[in-house]
Every structure is written in structure tokens, then in C-alpha cells.
């Protein structure tokens, strides 16, 4: 049975100080909640992902990179590699996030390039793609959607999908307040589970975990998550306050 999964994604945010108090925080909220196959991911900045680890030693949160490079090593100033991030501990890593795509200009072939890297180093890849508002309103989206999927993870061998999470996030709705309809996404994510069944087979795209990205917070992540193809959210500003991220980890 596929798994449901709440990740907060900090983006460029938190201080050590404040990275500890979170996680201190989010324990205390998350204390005797029981998790029935569900994953609590955070994802902290590089810089704080090893205290982040030893935080959360002892409890079920898990601690995931944000982005990584696809060279093994080299003269890549400012980088960090798949196997760094395997060296501390890390076994999870976010790609092809729509802020990696539009400002750190991450095209389709560079995503090719990191996904089959993490997974050549045994990283699980948390794969993020979504259509712009302009390819919603033009009717565009279930196009978008499908070759971003193909052009990047079609390529991948069958069994390469058990360490593969697919994170829909429509970038009209990330960070902007707006949130697709549970509808939406409902009709986005059984798009998606339909293309997977095409493409490899059924019991594959069944036992893909899909999550919905976009303004997810406490008031709709309940009826976001009701969705049966809906296997849980990537949560960006509401995973920074541990009562709200906590709120949504309850509402799976
Ligand atoms: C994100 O950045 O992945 C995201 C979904 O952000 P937010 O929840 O703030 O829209």
C-alpha cells in the first residue's frame, strides 16, 4: 500500500537556533499522534540538515534535501553532491521544485541529469512539477503536466519508481494564497496515475505516492487530502509554524 506523506519544504528559511527550536517544537505538537502509514519529512537548508538529523533522532520525522547537483564532485563553487548528502545521513532529496526551475533555471534535461544521480547514490527523490497559470487558463495543464513527467522520468527503468515520490504542485498556487480545489487536484493526480498505467502499468501507478503542493494549510488540508488520489502534501510557508504543520500532519 502506497504511503501517505506530509514534507514541509523550509526553503531559505531558519537559522540554526531557529532550525532546533522548530523541530523541538514540532515534536511536542506531533507527541502521541499516531502515524498509521503516514512519513513527516522536513526539509531543511543544507547548512542545518545535520542538526536537523541528530533533532529528530528517536522520533518518526524524517529529514530531507531540498536540492542537490548531479556531478559526483568537482569544480562546482557553492554545490553539493548526491553522495554529501548521502554521507550525513541523508536519504531523500526535492527536485525540480518550481523556484529551482524558474530562478536557478533548472530545464528538463538538468532535472534528468540530478534525478538519475540521487538514484545512482540511493536517494529517494521527491519530484516536483506542476503548469503555470497560463497553461491552466489555456487548458494546457494536463499537457504540461504529462511532458514534464515524460521528459524527465520516462525514461526510468520500472523498479526506479519505488524510490520515487511525485509532488504535483501547480505553480499558481505555491506561496500565493491560492490553493487548486480538492477537485483540481483530485482530477490532476488521477491524470497522473492514468499516464503511469499507460506508460509502465497499473500496479505501478497505484503504488506511487502523489502529493499536492500550493498553499496547503490547516483550514484545507483536510478536504486537499480526502481525495483518493491525493496521497498526502508538500507544504511550504505553513510547514514553518509547528502548530500549523502539525495541524496538517493530523488532518492525513
Ligand atoms: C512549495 O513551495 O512547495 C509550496 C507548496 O509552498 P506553499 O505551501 O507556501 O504554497
Redesign the pocket.
Same mark, same amino acid.
Given at each position: 500500500m502506497r504511503k501517505n506523506i506530509v514534507a514541509g519544504?523550509w526553503?531559505m528559511n531558519n537559522s540554526l537556533n531557529q532550525t532546533k527550536t522548530l523541530i523541538g517544537d514540532l515534536i511536542v505538537e506531533l507527541k502521541g499522534v499516531e502515524l498509521v502509514n503516514t512519513r513527516v519529512i522536513i526539509a531543511p537548508s543544507f547548512v542545518n540538515l545535520q542538526e536537523a538529523i541528530k533533532g529528530t533522532e528517536n522520533n518518526e520525522i524524517e529529514v530531507v534535501a531540498q536540492n542537490m547537483h548531479y556531478a559526483e564532485n568537482g569544480a562546482y563553487t557553492g554545490e553539493v553532491s548526491a553522495e554529501m548528502l548521502s554521507s550525513i545521513g541523508i536519504k531523500t532529496v $526535492?527536485l525540480g521544485? &518550481?523556484?529551482r526551475r524558474a530562478y536557478f533555471n533548472e530545464t528538463d534535461e538538468i532535472l534528468t541529469q540530478k534525478v538519475t544521480a540521487a538514484l545512482a547514490n540511493n536517494l529517494d527523490v521527491i519530484f516536483?512539477f506542476g503548469e503555470q497559470l497560463e497553461d491552466r487558463e489555456s487548458e494546457n495543464h494536463f499537457n504540461i503536466v504529462e511532458a514534464q513527467l515524460k521528459n524527465v522520468l520516462f525514461e526510468l527503468p520500472t523498479n526506479a519508481f519505488k524510490n520515487i515520490i511525485l509532488?504535483y504542485?501547480p505553480v499558481w498556487? $505555491?506561496? #500565493?494564497?491560492k #490553493?487548486a480545489s480538492a477537485d483540481q487536484a483530485q482530477e490532476m493526480h488521477s491524470f497522473i496515475r492514468k499516464t503511469l498505467s499507460e506508460k509502465y502499468n497499473a500496479e505501478l501507478a497505484e503504488s506511487v505516492s502523489i502529493l499536492y /503542493?500550493? &498553499?496547503?494549510?490547516p483550514n484545507n488540508a483536510e478536504e486537499i487530502f480526502s481525495k483518493p488520489d491525493v496521497d498526502g502534501?508538500? $507544504? /511550504?510557508?505553513? &510547514?514553518l509554524k509547528a502548530k500549523d504543520f502539525s495541524a496538517i500532519v493530523k488532518a492525513i
Open positions: 519544504n526553503k $526535492i521544485h &518550481s523556484e516536483c509532488a504542485e498556487a $505555491i506561496g #500565493t494564497g #490553493t /503542493g500550493g &498553499s496547503v494549510k502534501g508538500l $507544504i /511550504g510557508g505553513a &510547514s
